[in-house]
């Protein structure tokens, strides 16, 4: 069974910085890519960073230069460093990893969630 445990969020006040981080548990042939999405009421699911084996990155625009997202292979965790926070950040943040999986002798590929951690940041 897979589990993605977030944690991190809050409440901070514009300018702040928060670290999210978010912990995979479960077996995995490969996992191909570790990310963060957020969702405001209302609006669809927002990708916000990931994050390969490789470790090459990528970033939505609206985060660039303020946002970092790291991975730790061994322990199967991805963080996010969220500096220079602005009241638009205000989102429930979303944990995100892919790979595939090896289940009564088939390879699937697959796609989790977790379950999601308030992050409001105060003008």
């Known amino acids: 069974q897979v589990q993605l445990e977030e944690s991190g969020g809050g409440l901070v006040q514009a300018g702040g910085s928060l670290r999210l981080a978010c912990a995979v548990s479960?077996?995995?042939?490969?996992?191909?890519?570790m990310g963060w999405y957020r969702q405001t009421p209302g609006k669809q699911r927002e990708f916000i960073a990931d994050i390969n084996g490789g470790g090459s990155t990528n970033y939505a625009d609206s985060v660039k230069g303020r946002f970092t997202i790291s991975r730790a292979n061994v322990e199967n965790t991805v963080g996010l460093q969220m500096n220079s926070l602005k009241p638009e950040d205000t989102a429930v943040y979303y944990c995100n990893v892919r790979g595939s999986r090896q289940l009564a002798g088939h390879l699937y590929d697959v796609n989790y969630w977790g379950q999601g951690t308030q992050v409001i940041v105060s003008s």
């Open positions: 479960g077996s995995f042939l490969s996992i191909n890519g």
